[in-house]
C-alpha cells in the first residue's frame, strides 16, 4: 500500500485523512478532529468523523451533505480494508483512525496520553504501520502534570483578582477554552465570561454531556465577573489598555499553551492539548510498529531519536511521499 503526504495523510486511493486541499481530497475523506487546520470541507467527497467533531464543525458553519457520523470503534468497511475511529484525547470528538488491511495502519492525528479535566487520554493502538504527529518531539519539552498546571493557573488568577484585578486567560476557543471554563469553576467558583466562539464551542461540549459548570457569553457585561477567557490571537497589549479603561480595573492576562515562551510579552501556562515527548515515545514504543512515520513539528527530530532509542524504522512522512511501504522492510 502507497502511503503519502501530499495532502494530508493519504492511503493509495483508499482514503483521505485531514486533507490540507479540500478540492484534491478524492472520494473517501476522514476528519480526525474540528480544528480548522484538520478540518477542511468540499462539496463532492464522503466525509467520515465523529457526531461530536461534525456538531462543532457546524458552529463555523463548516457543513456538507455528505458527512457520515462515525461511532468510536465501529469498523467501516472499504474495499479490503476495515477502518474506525478511536479515542485521541485532544479535543472534544478528537480520533486516532485505525486502517485494518494486509497490515494495522494506525494515524494518531493530534493527540495526548495524559488524563485532563474533561477527557481521557488517547487509547494506545497496536499498528504495524504507525503514523503519529510528533509537534512537539524533541527532548526539551516535556509536560508537569496537569493537576500541577491546574494549581500554577488558579493560584495565579486568584492572586490577581484579590488585587481587585481583572483577569483574562486566552486558550484556542476548540479545546483549550472549555478547559480554562472548567478550571475556573472547579478551582475558583467563578462564572467566567467567554468570547462568543468561545461560546458557541462550550454550548456544544455541553450537548455532548461535557460538563463545564456556568459562564457568561461576553456582551458589554465585562463587570459581571473577574474572569474573560478569550481565543489567544485576540489578546494584545491595546486590547489589555483597552479592558482596564473601559472597566477601570488593572487587567492581567496569560495564556494557556504547551510553547515555551511568553505570548505576546503575556505569562503563559504550560497546558498543552498534545503529547509531550516523553508520551509520544510512549505511544510508540506500546503501539509497537515495525515502521513509524513521523509528521508535523519536529518530524525528523523525533524520527530520529525513534530510531535511535527504540530501534525501530522511523521516518518523517514528507520523506516518504509516493514511496511503497516495502521500501521500510
Request: charged residues 25%.
Amino acid at each position: 500500500m502507497k502511503i503519502s503526504a501530499e495532502n494530508g495523510v493519504v492511503l493509495e486511493k483508499l482514503l483521505c485523512i485531514d486533507p490540507r486541499n479540500s478540492r484534491k481530497a478524492g472520494k473517501n475523506v476522514f476528519i480526525t478532529h474540528a480544528h480548522s487546520d484538520h478540518a477542511k470541507i468540499n462539496g463532492h467527497s464522503n466525509y467520515f468523523m465523529s457526531k461530536e467533531t461534525h456538531s462543532l464543525l457546524k458552529t463555523r458553519k463548516i457543513n456538507s451533505s455528505r458527512v457520515k457520523e462515525l461511532e468510536q470503534k465501529k469498523k467501516e468497511e472499504f474495499e479490503n480494508a476495515r477502518i474506525s475511529l478511536h479515542r485521541s484525547g485532544h479535543i472534544l470528538g478528537s480520533s486516532q483512525v485505525l486502517i485494518e488491511a494486509e497490515k494495522n495502519y494506525v494515524v494518531t492525528s493530534d493527540f495526548k496520553l495524559q488524563d485532563s479535566l474533561l477527557f481521557k487520554g488517547a487509547e494506545i493502538l497496536p499498528s504495524d504501520v504507525l503514523i503519529i504527529e510528533s509537534t512537539f518531539g524533541l527532548p526539551e519539552y516535556v509536560f508537569p502534570e496537569r493537576e500541577a498546571v491546574y494549581r500554577e493557573i488558579t493560584k495565579w488568577a486568584k492572586e490577581r483578582i484579590q488585587r481587585k484585578n481583572f483577569v483574562v486567560l486566552g486558550g484556542y476557543s476548540i479545546g483549550k477554552a472549555q478547559e480554562l471554563t472548567r478550571i475556573v469553576n472547579e478551582f475558583l467558583g467563578i462564572a467566567p465570561i467567554v468570547h462568543e466562539t468561545v461560546y458557541n464551542s462550550n454550548k456544544v461540549y455541553e450537548e455532548h454531556g461535557v460538563k463545564l459548570g456556568p459562564y457568561l457569553k461576553l456582551d458589554h457585561n465585562l463587570k459581571e465577573s473577574n474572569i474573560l477567557i478569550m481565543p489567544p490571537q485576540l489578546i494584545s497589549m491595546d486590547l489589555v489598555h483597552a479592558l482596564s479603561i473601559s472597566i477601570g480595573r488593572k487587567v492581567e492576562a496569560a495564556i494557556a499553551t504547551g510553547w515555551n515562551y511568553s505570548f505576546n510579552g503575556f505569562k503563559s501556562f504550560p497546558l498543552s492539548d498534545h503529547s509531550d515527548f516523553n508520551q509520544l515515545m510512549q505511544y510508540v514504543k506500546e503501539s509497537n510498529p515495525k515502521n513509524v512515520f513521523t509528521m508535523h513539528g519536529f518530524a525528523e527530530e523525533f524520527a530520529h531519536s525513534v530510531k535511535r532509542k527504540l530501534g525501530i524504522n522511523a521516518r518523517p512522512l514528507s520523506e516518504s511521499a509516493q514511496c511503497t511501504l516495502n521500501e521500510f522492510d
